[in-house]
């Protein structure tokens, strides 16, 4: 473990890299791929209506143009009309590998959280997935299955899973079928086992589910994979160091410490997880992340460790930000509003 933290850590913090135009939306959830001689980003952008996803390009992880949206919001009275929160799907997940997107059926995915309420993170919440039959790094609506792939109202929903929210989902392949199957899911949701425990319900925790075609799915063992007392465990990304399965996530509100901030966990076979029980990888130490810090992109590139995370200052203005392992200087973003001297 210790090993592994080495490895991964980014001491060095290089500053914003995205932020909204104006301090009515906010930027959440990077996920981030290379496709030719680019790197895209999706992220997710917040507006008070719900969240919509989009794309941004970069030729060196550092400097980012916004491109479009891929998920929008709708009218015609879908399950997903005012949520399409997603997030890239079957990435190489090699360490310091190509961090190509791989296809499945003839086609690029995504999976997301939707929904049909207006607001922020309104429930219910629900996981869907989308498709692209052509290219994931150019502006365009993807294609959504008409249903969600997993509900809080399944019949076999999880005691962690039952308070009718399911968040951010990852989806690797897994090759070696360690699981059983070829896709393996992790995702993150609100639950609890007590029915009338009102202080554990918004606990977050992350469990797995498992398919073979991408499009039928089912849960995977009854309790959570990685999880902890209080608080959120969430957002799960996964990363191969050597034989060792990497999974960056989230932390907030724990027993032991404040705020928000990124951790991760080390596996051999996809299911059973050791916690890292040392320094936080990313916490809150500047001014445009002194509220939170949290939400995990981590790879590497050219020897440098790239953590991409969502910062929040104290106005809660939200945007995307890095840290590396190597000093790279320092970003001359900022908020609107909140401009450098």
Not at 95 to 103: E, F, H, I, P, Q
Not at 277 to 296: F, M, P, R, V
Request: aromatic share 16%; with cysteine; net charge positive.
């Amino acid at each position: 473990m210790e090993q592994i933290y080495q490895e991964i850590k980014t001491p060095f913090k290089y500053g914003l890299v995205m932020v909204p135009n104006d301090d009515q939306h906010k930027m959440d959830c990077p996920t981030i791929f290379r496709k030719g001689k680019f790197w895209y980003m999706t992220y997710l952008i917040y507006s008070g209506r719900g969240y919509e996803t989009w794309l941004a390009k970069s030729k060196d992880l550092l400097n980012w143009e916004n491109q479009g949206k891929l998920m929008s919001f709708g009218d015609a009275g879908n399950w997903d009309d005012n949520q399409k929160a997603g997030y890239n799907a079957l990435q190489n997940t090699e360490w310091g590998g190509s961090y190509k997107l791989g296809k499945f059926d003839g086609k690029y995915w995504m999976s997301y959280f939707g929904g049909k309420e207006k607001g922020y993170e309104t429930e219910p919440l629900s996981i869907g997935m989308a498709y692209d039959s052509k290219n994931p790094s150019t502006v365009q609506e993807w294609t959504r299955l008409p249903k969600p792939v997993l509900t809080s109202a399944d019949a076999d929903v999880r005691w962690w899973e039952n308070r009718n929210k399911l968040f951010k989902s990852t989806v690797i392949e897994d090759k070696e079928k360690l699981t059983g199957h070829r896709f393996v899911m992790y995702y993150n949701a609100v639950g609890d086992s007590l029915l009338n425990n009102k202080k554990t319900r918004w606990y977050e925790r992350i469990g797995m589910a498992v398919s073979d075609d991408m499009v039928n799915w089912k849960r995977f063992q009854k309790d959570p994979v990685v999880h902890h007392p209080v608080g959120i465990t969430g957002d799960g990304v996964i990363q191969k160091i050597g034989l060792n399965y990497v999974m960056f996530y989230f932390g907030a509100f724990w027993q032991d410490r404040k705020g928000a901030f990124n951790r991760f966990a080390v596996s051999k076979d996809l299911v059973n997880w050791t916690d890292w029980t040392g320094e936080n990888l990313i916490e809150s130490s500047e001014k445009y992340d002194e509220l939170y810090a949290h939400k995990s992109f981590v790879l590497k590139y050219k020897g440098v460790v790239y953590h991409f995370y969502c910062a929040v200052n104290k106005q809660d203005q939200r945007g995307i930000a890095v840290a590396t392992s190597k000093d790279l200087g320092k970003s001359k973003v900022d908020f609107i509003g909140d401009k450098k001297n």
